[in-house]
């Protein structure tokens, strides 16, 4: 079975206690890291045997994209990616307060999202995180998108 492609973009607290948090799991993933700083994404990307980009136009497409930066960097990262995330990749945010709709809108992306709101106990496996799928997701990326999180705790799923 080959790896399952994902971009994160942003690789502060929250994602590092996700994806650390993943353990053996993470090897299911080629884990494809970047942040402005660089640094983050180099620490991280050697934590869970990823790889890191000091250039995000030189990530190359992915089946899911982990957007984990701050609400406030959406903007500039939406720039930066718009028009570049295929319509059968699925989003993945953990930004609070930002809907699905902004961020369809803003990536210019017609396919399925997943919003997500986990929490630092992920870190020991011990979290708890709250799902909600666009109608755009299908059943296999959610549940790959579910498994991901029961990784590290447990999962709650709110559909519209």
């Given at each position: ?65 982990f957007i984990a930066c701050k609400p ?89």
């Open positions: 079975m080959s790896q399952i492609s994902m971009n994160i973009y942003g690789c502060g607290n929250m994602a590092q206690a996700i994806f650390c948090g993943l353990g053996e799991d993470a090897k299911k993933f080629d884990l494809r890291m970047y942040t402005p700083s660089k640094t983050k994404a180099k620490e991280l990307a050697d934590a869970v045997g990823g790889r890191f980009f000091t250039d995000l136009a030189d990530l190359p497409t992915a089946d899911y994209y406030q960097q959406l903007d500039e990262l939406a720039r930066k990616l718009k028009k570049r995330i295929p319509d059968e990749s699925v989003l993945i945010s953990i930004l609070a307060g930002v809907k699905t709709k902004t961020l369809k809108d803003k990536l210019n992306h017609l396919g399925g999202v997943a919003r997500v709101m986990p929490n630092t106990p992920s870190m020991v496996g011990a979290g708890a995180t709250t799902l909600y799928f666009s109608r755009e997701a299908d059943e296999e990326s959610q549940d790959l998108v579910i498994d991901l999180f029961q990784s590290i705790g447990k999962v709650f799923v709110f559909f519209k």
